[in-house]
């Protein structure tokens, strides 16, 4: 019965990338998490720098985490696409 063997066939296929999705998922939530932890970090470095008057070094981590906010934001409409 080839029709059988098809369907057991693509229901594994769609089993298998049902499982994919969901690790991928899963390591997309991981990745934004420790995003979010770094900017954090990143935040009161800035801060401090700006504190001790370091304008130049406290700019730039700005920047780095400003476009690690907008990464985070990218991930998260990600796992809420779907």
């Given amino acids: 019965m ?5 369907s057991m ?4 296929q769609r089993s298998v990338r049902a499982e994919v ?8 939530s991981s990745l934004a998490s420790s995003l979010s932890d770094i900017t ?3 935040g009161s470095l800035v801060g401090s720098l700006r504190a001790a ?3 130049e070094r406290s700019g730039s981590l700005l920047a780095v985490e ?3 906010e907008t ?3 990218r991930l998260d ?3 809420s696409s779907r």
């Fill in 9 to 12: 066939r693509v229901a594994a």
């Fill in 53 to 55: 008057g370091d304008e």
């Fill in 71 to 73: 990464a985070i934001r």
């Fill in 40 to 42: 954090g970090r990143l």
């Fill in 77 to 79: 409409r990600l796992l």
């Fill in 2 to 6: 080839p029709t059988s063997r098809h």
């Fill in 66 to 68: 400003k476009s690690l």
């Fill in 21 to 28: 999705v969901r690790s991928a998922d899963a390591e997309i």
